[in-house]
């Protein structure tokens, strides 16, 4: 979407990737990798369907490999 900022964080150990939706309307993005682990999110429910991920209007999201 392109109201959507996304970027990925790493070490040798761990990856996560940060999802933000910056507009007024739910956004649906596909995750690089299955069955990710929701670490943190803004605020609301977060719907993760194996690589399909819906973010809610203005919410922000950590998920780890």
Known sequence: SENVIAYKRYT???EIICLFNLG???AEEI???EDGILIWKSSGSVQI???HLTLQPYQAVMIKK
Do not use: C, I
């Open 31 to 33: 995750l690089p990798y």
């Open 49 to 51: 369907d194996q690589t």
């Open 24 to 26: 007024g309307m739910p």
């Open 12 to 14: 040798e150990d761990e």
